[in-house]
């Protein structure tokens, strides 16, 4: 591309046709919706090139100008020529007779027509179809026979122009807003051409302008990211639309960046770097930011250490990062990102915790695409190709981490696509469950009191359903005294958390079940290999495959030691045996080693607009059947989830004692053992102070109590009051508990209100 305004190249990518028009050396943004210049030169040059699919205005940033708006502006250029070309006006010339009167009106409609028609053709098609009126009115009151026949002549020049420019989508859909257009007013283009915006540095590209018809219904800060929430008319969509801090930077800012870019470019991270992200990005963040630096002091420029710090955070983003994924993973809203192909043609959608499904205005390019990839590969170690065109991994990234899938070809045919779900900060804790009525304060006590007594568990349910997360709380229900043992093939729970809080954690990280090979161990020889490695809780992030019979293994030998739970898809207990025993081949008789199927599913609203997860059943399994659970009453609800009430309702067989898990945790306990009304009364007990956690965290508006950091020293408290409860008493009195450690939570928001 030559260095002269408006000088261009047609570029060629798969099935894409870009015109990429060079405006560096313009005083003013290339904007075809704001300004008539851009408009016009643009028109001509699409006049002379013909179809392309995609206009792009290369300045400082990429402003890209989509398919269908291209297709608005090519049907006028066209025009354009055809009327040149075919000198629509040496057709419709005036004869000797008809210059006297109408000489000066076909002038008129001639510039109107070659010239304003390149600039502003709304305008133009206003004024011709406005004259084309006047005309026909006039004719009705022309008496003199000479003038009717030039008039009728000039009037067809007019009815041709103005419905040749009828026929092109850019009038059709510009009409509803045409009464009391004023020629050479651009606002109206505003509502048909927003281009996406891709500074130099970056690959991703953004719909920056706001929708124009849209209903702001939120908006937040994420750090310097601005986050807007528009309702979209005549759709159900609503869309995510974020500003981030690169598209706010000043041109001396981008061209910092763009130089550091470049220099940092040369050095490509090696695969063994990749094994640690953490200390490669802190080691690219300090050369990046010394880099910046140097190039600030050449270039003479007074930046702020603060506004270093953040050109920094950027450079690194788009080099060792995945750009602005990472700025909405930092969103702690933002639950799920999907990324469809082919790249370049949609945009990112997302998962918000309030809104639900919404489109971004982000739309990532096959260049992108390709980066994410290798840089997925090296920090997984596993493949990703033809022959394994599937991967599952996760990513760290500065304030969170995700959980990514990727599919390549052959499976994609039309090349790379995305889905990374957000890990929580923290992990989830039941209060927080009972908080967002995921589950009752009943069944919080419930499972608090069935995890101390050591029972196996499977958390079921369908995608995005929350399986991990509430494993993840009952992890936190475990005692830190315990040793615990988690076996994932991609890392999911929340193991680095937990281990910060004071936990004996250890993780391992085995082969995902759909790989086909590779160095990493597979989950069944993982699962096998933990029960060698002392007495300790197992947790299996997701039971898929061959692990299930290991899994089950470890069910039998530790039922009766330590917990044992692992997360499986199945909408219902029933379909979970179905899974278990059909097929992944695990024998009937060890099915029976699962006490306790927790499901949790999404619940639709009758509009189908908005979606809650919700626990809704928590089942014990028994153990007095052959062949089918189902038919032979193997199955006992001990809760189910009530529609009408929208909670999680206990069963009369809960309620009245009838079940055999809950005895065989009393039967191990003296206090308990053949009193039931002692065992409901410790259930009801722990679900009181779940319940009075997330009364007191609104009360006193302290949200983070309800946060794993504060719920863990509120189980310890508890079970160590309980002790001390015992020992004075010789019972476990409820009341007595209750009491001091409400006391105890009391000193501690106080304390808290004092600091």
């Known amino acids: 591309m030559a260095n002269e305004p408006y000088s261009y190249d047609i570029i060629r990518e798969g099935e894409e046709t870009i015109l990429r028009i060079n405006c560096e050396q313009l005083a003013y943004l290339p904007s075809l919706e704001n300004n008539k210049t851009v408009m016009s030169k643009t028109m001509e040059i699409l006049s002379e090139v013909g179809t392309v699919t995609k206009i792009v205005f290369v300045q400082k940033r990429d402003y890209e100008y989509d398919y269908y708006q291209t297709q608005l502006l090519s049907e006028i250029a066209d025009i354009y020529k055809k009327i040149v070309k075919q000198k629509v006006f040496s057709y419709y010339s005036l004869p000797p007779e008809c210059q006297k009167w109408f000489a000066s009106r076909y002038a008129k409609t001639q510039l109107t027509t070659l010239r304003t028609l390149k600039e502003d053709p709304i305008g133009a098609y206003v004024s011709l179809r406005r004259e084309l009126r006047k005309e026909k009115i006039e004719l009705e009151e022309t008496v003199e026979q000479r003038h009717i026949k030039c008039q009728q002549r000039y009037i067809s020049l007019l009815d041709y122009l103005v419905k040749t420019l009828e026929k092109t989508r850019l009038i059709t859909i510009a009409k509803p807003y045409l009464q009391g257009h004023k020629p050479g007013d651009r606002s109206i283009y505003r509502r048909f051409f927003r281009p996406t915006i891709k500074p130099d540095f970056m690959f991703t590209k953004l719909m920056a302008s706001y929708p124009e018809e849209g209903e702001t219904i939120g908006a937040y800060k994420v750090g310097g990211t601005d986050i807007t929430i528009f309702d979209l008319p005549d759709t159900v969509q609503t869309l995510y639309h974020m500003v981030p801090p690169e598209f706010k930077l000043s041109e001396q800012k981008y061209d910092i960046l763009d130089m550091a870019r470049k220099i940092m470019a040369e050095h490509k991270p090696k695969k063994q770097e990749f094994v640690q992200p953490e200390r490669m990005r802190e080691v690219f963040y300090n050369v990046g930011h010394d880099l910046i630096e140097e190039l600030v002091t050449y270039r003479q420029i007074n930046f702020r250490p603060g506004e270093i710090d ?22 702690e809203k933002v639950q799920d990102v999907t990324i469809n192909s082919p790249m370049g043609q949609t945009p990112m959608f997302i998962v918000h915790a309030k809104y639900g499904d919404c489109k971004t205005n982000i739309i990532p390019t096959p260049t992108e ?35 990514v899938g990727v599919i390549s070809q052959p499976l994609d045919p039309t090349g790379l696509a995305y889905a990374f779900r957000r890990h929580r900060d923290d992990p989830w804790t039941l209060a927080l469950f009972v908080k967002n009525r ?40 475990i005692m830190r005294r315990y040793r615990i043992i988690t076996v994932e093939d991609t890392l999911e729970l929340p193991v680095s958390p937990l281990r910060d809080m004071g936990y004996n954690v250890q993780q391992m990280k085995v082969r995902s079940a759909l790989a086909k090979g590779g ?24 039971v898929r495959s061959s692990e299930a019979l290991a899994l089950y293994e470890a069910m039998r030998v530790g039922a009766m030691a330590n917990v044992v739970a692992g997360t499986i898809h199945g909408e219902s207990p029933y379909g979970v045996f179905d899974r278990v025993v059909n097929d992944l081949n695990v024998p009937k008789t060890s099915f029976k080693a699962t006490d306790i199927i927790v499901v949790c599913n999404p619940i639709r609203s009758p509009d189908g607009l908005h979606k809650w997860r919700r626990v809704t059943s928590i089942t014990e399994v028994r153990k007095q059947w052959e062949n089918d659970p189902l038919a032979e009453g193997g199955f006992v609800d001990l809760m189910k989830y009530d529609a009408e009430t929208d909670q999680l309702q206990p069963t009369d067989e809960l309620i009245n004692g009838d079940s055999d898990v809950l005895k065989a945790i009393a039967a191990n306990v003296k206090e308990w053992a053949g009193n039931w009304d002692a065992v409901w009364d410790n259930v009801l007990l722990r679900s009181k102070i779940k319940e009075t956690l997330v009364k007191q965290s609104k009360k006193a508006k302290m949200p983070d ?22 020992e004075k008493t010789g019972t476990l009195n409820s009341e007595k508990i209750f009491s001091e450690w409400e006391s105890w939570l009391k000193k501690e928001i106080k304390r808290r209100n004092i600091r």
């Open 310 to 331: 953040e050109l920094t955070r950027i450079l690194v983003r788009y080099t060792v990062g995945f750009g602005l994924i990472e700025v909405l993973l930092q969103d």
């Open 438 to 477: 995921m589950i009752s304060p009943l069944a919080a006590g419930l499972l608090s009191f069935i995890i101390d007594g050591t029972r196996t568990f499977l958390v079921a349910g369908t995608r995005s359903a929350g399986k991990t997360s509430l494993l993840g709380s009952m992890l936190v229900e």
């Open 705 to 726: 109590i309800l946060e794993a950091p504060f719920v863990i020293r509120s189980n310890d408290n508890f079970h160590d009051i309980s002790e001390k409860i015992k």
């Open 369 to 403: 695409a390709e980066s994410w990839a290798s840089k997925l590969r090296m920090i997984s170690g596993r493949p990703l190709d033809e022959a394994n065109p599937v991967l599952d991994t996760e990513i760290t990234i500065p304030q969170a981490k995700a959980r």
């Open 519 to 542: 160095s990493e161990v597979p989950a069944d020889e993982g699962i096998r290999t933990s029960l060698r490695m002392g007495d300790s809780a197992l947790i299996v992030g997701e």
